[in-house]
């Protein structure tokens, strides 16, 4: 499916991270390249990035207060997590005082474009497709950075290459 390899020390993950359209959207990452994920202000992100992502994890891209808000391609998380330089900007919207070189409190991780999907998998496709119903997307909607599983990744990809969108949670869905 994708072009992506594997880090040598472990297996694949697999995360969707969320980003406002009208500020970066998925098409402005294939048009930027390497970009870092930086100001991401909530511990329980910071953690995942910091300790748990790392170069080939593939990322579910999601537009959030969108309309409609959905997964609108995939990335590929190119660079593991470093400090986030826009914590030490006292100019950034995402400056930290408290943030320092020595001591760095927030960290980003480098995402590239990976595959543009055929369509945007919406969020209400999401909701009705039972094997997702356990995604973190629809239990705690308001992280930006979140794991998926391997099922979750494959099956938001199917919806996505279907030209018909599901009409009920009971079709194709076992």
């Known amino acids: ?6 880090h040598p020390t472990r297996s694949r993950r697999y995360w969707l991270m969320k980003s ?3 500020v970066f959207s998925f098409n402005d990452l294939k048009a930027r390249g390497p970009t870092r994920w930086d100001g991401v202000r909530n511990y329980m992100a910071r953690n995942f990035m910091m300790r748990d992502m790392q170069a080939g994890d ?3 891209f999601y537009h959030s207060n969108a309309n409609p808000s959905g997964v609108a391609g995939i990335a590929r998380v190119s660079a593991a997590a470093e400090p986030d330089e826009s914590a ?3 100019k950034s919207d995402y400056f930290d005082a408290k943030s320092t070189r020595e001591r760095p409190r927030w960290f980003c991780v480098e995402v590239v474009h990976e595959e543009d ?3 945007t998998v919406t969020l209400d496709e999401i909701k009705k497709i039972a094997r997702l119903k356990n995604m973190v ?3 705690n909607s308001r992280l930006s950075v979140q794991p998926v599983t391997e ?3 494959r099956t938001i990809c199917n919806l996505a290459a279907k030209h018909d969108r599901p009409k009920s949670s009971s079709r194709g869905n076992k």
Not at 1 to 6: I, L, R, S
């Open 1 to 6: 499916m994708t072009k992506a390899t594997q």
């Open 88 to 90: 030490f900007d006292a």
């Open 20 to 22: 406002e359209p009208d």
């Open 137 to 139: 997307l629809l239990h």
């Open 117 to 119: 999907l055929p369509r």
């Open 151 to 153: 099922d979750e990744f």
């Open 58 to 60: 593939l990322v579910l």
